[in-house]
């Protein structure tokens, strides 16, 4: 009779019934007897803890669950609860705590300020080119309004009609009255010449009425001249047929 042990040794972890159990030679006997052993892997305290927990053993529950909603739950459930608010570290959206967290606040500090004073720069380089903008504008109205303004008065000297206030209304000098040397000045000398012409014929012919007219009252009759006596009795009157003339003008 031979003797085997067909459990594992204690060595491993686990609890091991030796059991000796006869083994008959088959050739000897057609009969043999072979009893099969249970092994059974020891629960540690927290196994045993883990157990009386509800919400693992609801856990335990819902991953025995068969079905497709069960199996789309243990295809993407996390393995671990920290893993529902948290990635892995090979995941996409993983971030060490090193980098989420830092301990440099002077760094920080410095960034801030180097934040605000960015900020300043900015606002001035705005205002800086508001203003350059605004320069700008107001010169170019300037030279617009002032080549406008000599647009202007060149057309008054190439129209002249502003000029014409200092300009004499006569061909000739006022200080030396002497006729222009031109056009309009020898025109001028002719206008007056011919003016001073027709003065004296007109005064030519004024005289030989006059004369005309006193040799004809001397002919007239003493009884025409009592008919024509002037209305202050002093003067006598001269009579021509249609026309009649006093001395004393009245």
């Known amino acids: 009779m031979d003797y085997e042990h067909p459990v594992p040794p204690s060595a491993y972890g686990f609890v091991s019934l030796l059991i000796v159990v006869p083994v008959l030679d088959p050739e000897s006997s057609p009969h043999s007897i072979f009893v099969p052993q249970r092994s059974i892997r020891p629960k540690t305290r927290a196994e045993r803890r883990g157990q009386k927990d509800k919400v693992a053993l609801e856990k335990n529950r819902i991953n025995q669950r068969v079905g497709w909603q069960a199996r789309m739950h243990q295809k993407n459930a996390p393995e671990t609860s920290a893993l529902l608010t948290s990635c892995t570290s090979d995941a996409v959206g993983y971030l060490s705590n090193a980098d989420r967290f830092h301990t440099d606040t002077v760094g920080e500090e410095y960034a801030l300020r180097q934040e605000a004073l960015q900020r300043r720069y900015q606002a001035n380089e705005y205002r800086r080119n508001q203003s350059f903008k605004r320069d700008e504008d107001r010169w170019n109205q300037n030279e617009e309004k002032q080549r406008k303004e000599d647009e202007a008065w060149q057309k008054l000297r190439e129209d002249g009609s502003k000029a014409k206030k200092n300009q004499s209304a006569v061909a000739y000098d006022i200080m030396t009255l002497q006729y222009s040397q031109d056009v ?57 047929p249609g026309y009649i003339f006093c001395i004393c003008r009245h």
């Open 184 to 240: 309009d000045g020898q025109h001028q000398k002719y206008q007056d010449d011919m003016g001073k012409y027709v003065c004296k014929l007109n005064l030519t012919l004024y005289l030989f009425i006059i004369i005309a007219l006193s040799l004809y009252f001397s002919e007239i009759p003493s009884a025409a001249k009592n008919k024509y006596a002037c209305r202050e009795g002093r003067h006598k009157v001269c009579h021509v």
